[in-house]
Nanobody, 119 residues
Framework: QVQLAESGGGLVQAGGSLRLSCAASGRTFNNFFMGWFCQAPGKEREFVAAIKWSIGTTYYADSAKGRFTISRDNAKNTIALQMNSLKPEDTAVYYC????????????WGQGTQVTVSS
């Protein structure tokens, strides 16, 4: 059974940094795409960043480019999202997600972790 568990959220002032982590378990993710999404109050969930686990290719939303970095740790079976220069509009619940190579849909989701950026 696939499990994704996020950690690392919290409260930070604008301009600060946070590092989110996602522990993945239950299967081999070598050919998977692992992603981070966020959902702010009253808004739809939106894509933030993704990484192809096997080769490390990364993808970013325009809002994340230059500020956020997604990475993976093969030994620990985790992915991380380093978030720098945080803005109040980054406030949201951040979700870790996974999808296999056979689909464009992310079918596995974590519970989410709250990120709050104060001005």
């Amino acid at each position: 059974q696939v499990q994704l568990a996020e950690s690392g959220g919290g409260l930070v002032q604008a301009g600060g940094s946070l590092r989110l982590s996602c522990a993945a378990s239950g299967r081999t993710f070598n050919n998977f795409f692992m992603g981070w999404f966020c959902q702010a109050p009253g808004k739809e969930r939106e894509f933030v960043a993704a990484i192809k686990w096997s080769i490390g290719t990364t993808y970013y939303a325009d809002s994340a480019k230059g500020r956020f970095t997604i990475s993976r740790d093969n030994a620990k079976n985790t992915i991380a999202l380093q978030m720098n220069s945080l803005k109040p509009e980054d406030t949201a619940v951040y979700y870790c997600a996974a999808r296999g190579p056979w689909t464009n849909e992310y079918g596995y989701w974590g519970q989410g972790t709250q990120v709050t950026v104060s001005s």
